[in-house]
């Protein structure tokens, strides 16, 4: 006996009016992306959830895949069994072994055929008793069980279904909007997209190298983390900046007290221009209130002043060890403390201002023309398509992904 089919419950998008429907539809779009890599397998709908047939696919391999889905809040391995007493006892307790560790169990049936002789509280007495008889070290716990077991019994058969999986929670990513992620190659603001995926929306990266001061391994390992995070946004296109000539002029004509928040102001300049030209209404980056001198609520402020954009911030109020851990959670992190510099460890200032005057950075900015630059970045920049990687984790690892 084997596992036959995923169920997929809906989250918050559950709660959703009138346009609920946009939500399921784009989160069965990118479902059917995520499985392209099971031919075998099909997606079928029905109004409050989603299944997946597996149809022969290994069902912890396609379970692992499908929990890197935004939108998703749990799912369990499913069976469909006939109307028989004796096979839904034997497809009940394959269920409970699933849950491996499980030392408590409750059974929860549910008759819609009404003409199945034997009463819901019948069949959860029969298959607990079913189970009980079976096992070793296991008790029924109706409050807080361990397991519960699903027995839905229809008029074309009956399913069972087990553990709940954690699902990757949120909102299908392309249902709020578009962003423009500030990837910088280190640990936050690989985090910061992924928590802005979470809540729906799609993110298109850029980032900003100073050859022959950042590496060519520097800029890989920018694409290899945007390709990390293809797992959980399907695609993602990198926008790749030319720098140098900016970060040079900043360097010899700016006090180096402001060169740090003078460079920050050009990213986000530049980050605008080429956010409009991709029709993305909103900027994220991986800021972290007092983490660094460009991090301080002043820096913040007078960094912010040269944009009208909304600029997201997820990490703003987080701890560095929770950031560590979402990206140990993500697979990012291995990638991001890779020893390869980049622009932002270029020309650092010996004392940063951490507290910046507007009016000060606007004044020094002014007496040098920065206009053609921003252009010449813009336009010389490479563009980048990634899409989704396949590779997955060993079976052992594939239910604690979150």
Do not use: W
Request: with cysteine; proline share 4%; glycine share 4%.
């Amino acid at each position: 006996m084997e596992f036959d089919q995923i169920m997929v419950r809906y989250g918050e998008m559950a709660l959703k009016g009138k346009n609920r429907h946009k939500f399921e539809q784009k989160l069965q779009s990118n479902l059917v992306h995520k499985l392209k890599r099971f031919p075998l397998a099909k997606l079928k709908k029905t109004r409050d959830r989603m299944y997946i047939l597996l149809n022969g696919e290994d069902p912890y391999e396609v379970m692992q895949t499908c929990q890197e889905v935004f939108g998703i809040q749990s799912l369990s391995f499913a069976l469909r069994t006939e109307q028989d007493e004796e096979k839904i006892k034997e497809a009940a307790l394959f269920a409970f072994h699933d849950a491996k560790h499980a030392s408590t169990f409750k059974i929860s049936a549910k008759r819609t055929d009404k003409t199945f002789p034997i009463k819901s509280q019948e069949m959860n007495q029969m298959l607990g008793a079913h189970i009980l008889k079976n096992t070793s070290d296991v008790t029924v716990d109706v409050h807080r069980p361990d397991v519960e077991i699903v027995v839905e019994i229809r008029q074309d058969a009956v399913y069972v279904t087990s553990k709940k999986y954690q699902g990757a929670g949120g909102l299908p990513v392309g249902t709020t909007g578009k962003t423009l992620l500030l990837l910088s190659g280190g640990i936050d603001s690989p985090v910061a997209g992924y928590l802005a995926m979470k809540r729906g929306v799609e993110v298109e990266a850029i980032h900003f190298h100073s050859p022959p001061y950042t590496s060519e391994r520097a800029r890989q390992k920018v694409m290899d983390l945007a390709q990390e995070m293809t797992r959980f946004g399907i695609k993602m296109k990198v926008h790749m900046i030319p720098f140098t000539k900016i970060q040079q002029k900043i360097h010899q004509e700016m006090p180096e007290g402001y060169s740090m928040t003078i460079m920050r102001r050009m990213m986000l300049r530049i980050s605008e221009a080429v956010a409009r030209e991709q029709d993305i209404l909103s900027m994220t980056t991986g800021e972290s209130l007092g983490q660094v001198a460009s991090q301080t609520m002043e820096s913040m402020s007078a960094i912010n002043e040269v944009t009208n954009f909304p600029v997201i911030r997820p990490l703003v109020a987080m701890d560095k060890l929770d950031i560590i851990s979402i990206s140990q959670k993500i697979g990012t992190y291995d990638i991001s403390i890779r020893p390869y510099e980049d622009c932002c460890t270029v020309f650092v200032p010996k004392a940063p201002k951490t507290k910046p005057k507007k009016e000060k950075a606007r004044e020094y900015e002014s007496a040098v023309d920065f206009s053609e630059d921003i252009k010449e970045a813009v336009e010389q920049r490479e563009v980048i398509e990634l899409k989704l990687q396949t590779e997955l984790k060993s079976e052992n690892e594939f239910e604690d992904l979150f």
